[in-house]
């Protein structure tokens, strides 16, 4: 009886919403066009391996931007342009922590420094670690325990949640604090353990950021087997640490995000679908994110490919700066909203090239129960999940306008093994779900663009 009352209020979903046996057609004919025939998968692999990693500012990124023009001009956008945006400018350089071995030696952990982390100068600084395991235990600490020291907070993934990005937000709360907590105290600097679902020595980076008022120290991550370590050594005696980097920031400068799209027929409210172009400056920046820029520009050549006349203008934005500053998208909601642009929805694809589970919907009930009397579309391409209430950093200025947003939900077990690493690259990414991924928010924009 429950099947019954459930597959009933989905039909009836079907007619108040205009979902029709043509639409499962057409959800087939793009699914079918992609998976044979689309190019993100060879796009991707030519952006991650002719131009690697992508942080904002550098010359590699710039190689991007004009890379980006010329593939959505090469998916048949009716107009490419460049949207201006100031960006600030990181520098990793040389970076080394150590630590102080029982003879006397000294010897080298594998790490990297946090995004907009400041450095020593390319001067030794060292001092007694003290190990915390959360912030409450650190909020305990008086200021005279943690003065000269260093702090290492080794607070790990969460492992018990099925959905990753919950362990993930939990944890990136000590790569944001981190240290501006030391500083305040009085310690030289931060040591985090890598937000990282993964059991191996790979260091994660991320952004973090410096309070007001506060003295600017470093700040580094560490993988989870030298963290495991690094926790039995502190069990038994004194560990003294020392660290020798040359990261900070060099200002700001003039760059862009990348914009194409195909005019509407009906008129020219603007759906939106993008990903960011900007990488961290390890790896190739392949799940992170370059599966989102070639999933996007694949909506429009999907579109164009099998000429489907769409009412509103369809745009595809390549993002820049979402890393380390989210300027880009602060930057293209500034624009819209001076320009008084109607947007009717935007998605963006920001949680990695893997197999797509849902479609997460920040937006008011009625639009969310229409997508989501739409499931039965979807379900016969894997996609079931869509109870999320976020949408990704860069369609944030759109949501706070009231735009509608959303975002791809790839599945997420994996995810979190290679965010922000060396690890993240070309191999790691499959044609088959990337594409799927593609197809699917190709689908959802064809939904949107017929019944909005």
């Not at 000294?106 to 001067?123: A, F, Q, R, V």
């Not at 007001?212 to 370590?229: C, F, L, Y």
């Not at 499959?430 to 991924?437: A, H, V, Y």
Request: proline fraction near 2%; charged fraction near 25%.
């Amino acid at each position: 009886m429950k099947k019954i009352v459930i597959l009933s209020f989905l039909l009836a979903g079907m007619t108040v919403f205009g979902q029709s046996k043509e639409d499962s057609i057409q959800f087939s004919t793009i699914s079918t066009e992609i998976l044979n025939n689309g190019k993100g998968y060879t796009e991707l692999k030519d952006l991650t391996k002719n131009i690697g990693n992508r942080l904002s500012g550098t010359e590699a990124y710039e190689k991007s931007v004009k890379w980006a023009e010329q593939k959505l001009r090469d998916a048949g956008a009716d107009k490419v342009w460049l949207q201006e945006v100031m960006i600030p400018v990181w520098v990793r350089g040389k970076e080394s922590l150590q630590i102080k071995t029982a003879d006397g030696t000294w010897k080298k952990l594998k790490m990297l420094s946090l995004g907009n982390s400041e450095g020593t100068d390319g001067k030794d600084v060292s001092g007694e670690i003290i190990m915390v395991r959360s912030l409450e235990e650190y909020d305990k600490l008086p200021a005279s325990q943690v003065k000269d020291k260093i702090v290492f907070f080794n607070y790990p993934f969460n492992q018990s949640h099925v959905q990753t990005f919950i362990s993930y937000r939990e944890a990136s709360a000590y790569r944001r604090s981190a240290a501006n907590l030391t500083a305040q105290k009085g310690g030289k600097f931060a040591i985090i353990r890598s937000l990282s679902s993964a059991f191996d020595d790979v260091p994660h980076t991320g952004n973090m950021r410096y309070d007001d008022n506060i003295s600017k120290v470093p700040a580094v991550t560490i993988g989870n087997t030298t963290a495991d370590e690094l926790e039995l050594l502190l069990k038994n005696k004194k560990i003294t640490a020392k660290l020798n980097s040359n990261c900070g920031m060099k200002g700001e400068k003039l760059s862009h995000s990348v914009i194409g799209e195909i005019t509407g027929k009906k008129d020219q409210s603007v759906i939106v679908v993008g990903g960011h172009l900007d990488s961290w400056d390890v790896g190739e920046g392949a799940h992170d994110d370059g599966a989102g820029i070639v999933q996007s520009i694949e909506v429009l050549r999907t579109f164009k490919k099998l000429g489907i006349q769409n009412n509103h203008t369809i745009r595809a934005v390549c993002f820049a700066n979402e890393e380390n500053g989210t300027k880009g998208g602060k930057q293209y909601g500034k624009t819209a909203k001076e320009s008084n642009e109607k947007h009717l929805f935007a998605i963006e694809s920001d949680a990695g090239g893997f197999s797509p589970r849902g479609i997460s919907l920040e937006m008011d009930d009625n639009n969310r129960k229409q997508i989501q009397s739409w499931v039965n579309l979807f379900l016969p391409y894997g996609v079931y999940n869509f109870e999320g209430k976020y949408s990704g950093s860069d369609i944030a200025p759109l949501h706070e306008m009231g735009v509608p947003t959303a975002e791809l939900v790839p599945d997420p077990q994996r995810y979190f093994d290679i965010h922000h690493t060396e690890e993240d690259t070309f191999e790691k990414v499959n044609r088959r779900e990337l594409l799927l991924g593609a197809a699917v928010m190709t689908q959802l924009i064809y939904m949107i663009d017929k019944n909005w």
